[in-house]
């Protein structure tokens, strides 16, 4: 676990603005993925990507978007099209080889006033 | 898509007695089931998981069952602890190689001394 960082842990931002969340792993991990959670609602899934340069919408993909030039890193930006951001987000990462298990990060709480 | 439910919501027990969580899921093509456990302001972290060409498996005082007819699986915790107190979260995949997980909305357990 300790291989998958998130920054910042808090973030703050006022409505309107588009904020960019990191995700970075050394795992040499294959697949990366995005997920919200709120209370209540469990992880929904927000995008994942199987290969550089190559991502995928998940159940929740409005209002958010990504990118993935590099294998180890995954920035996810929540823009001002979405409509409720305050949320806690989580990134994750998995090996194609060996078991499925996905690997989260210590997630960023991100807070739009 | 998939659509996991999970109860119950909430669940306390006393120290020593078991726990039992349960998931069904509406995908007859879900064929892998992780469950992950969080603790208050950590990372989800895989403590079990099951593939459906298996009815049972047992890991310690864990142990998840799966019923693919009625197409719902449950984690079971003896013996608890107050460290098993966690929000502990159940998840399938249609996709079989943990890539698309579908979470339910989770069970905050506490055990009671």
């Known amino acids: 676990d300790g291989g998958i960082t998130q920054s910042p842990k808090y973030l703050f931002r006022k409505e309107g603005q588009n904020v960019t969340l990191s995700c970075e792993q050394n795992?040499?991990?294959?697949?990366m993925y995005w997920y919200r959670q709120d209370p209540g609602q469990g992880l929904r899934l927000i995008y994942y990507s199987q290969i550089v340069n190559d991502f995928q919408k998940g159940d929740i993909a409005e209002g958010y978007s990504v990118s993935r030039e590099k294998k180890e890193s995954f920035p996810l930006t929540v823009t001002s099209a979405q409509k409720n951001p305050t949320a806690f987000y989580l990134c994750a990462s998995r090996s194609f080889t060996g078991t499925d298990t996905q690997y989260f990060g210590p997630g960023t709480r991100l807070t739009v006033l | 898509g998939e659509n996991v439910e999970q109860h119950p919501s909430t669940l306390s027990v006393q120290e020593g007695d078991s726990a039992v969580i349960k998931c069904t899921y509406s995908d007859s093509a879900s064929n892998y089931f992780p469950w992950y456990k969080q603790e208050l302001g950590k990372r989800p972290q895989l403590i079990i998981d099951?593939?459906?060409?298996?009815g049972e498996k047992k890991d310690q005082r864990i142990a998840v069952t799966l019923n693919k007819t009625a197409k719902h699986f449950s984690l079971h915790i003896t013996e608890t602890q107050p460290e098993d107190s966690a929000v502990y979260f159940c998840a399938a995949d249609p996709t079989g190689g943990g890539n698309k997980l579908t979470f339910g909305t989770g069970t905050q357990l506490k055990v009671e001394l």
């Open positions: 795992l040499n991990h294959d697949a």
């Open positions: 099951i593939r459906s060409n298996v």
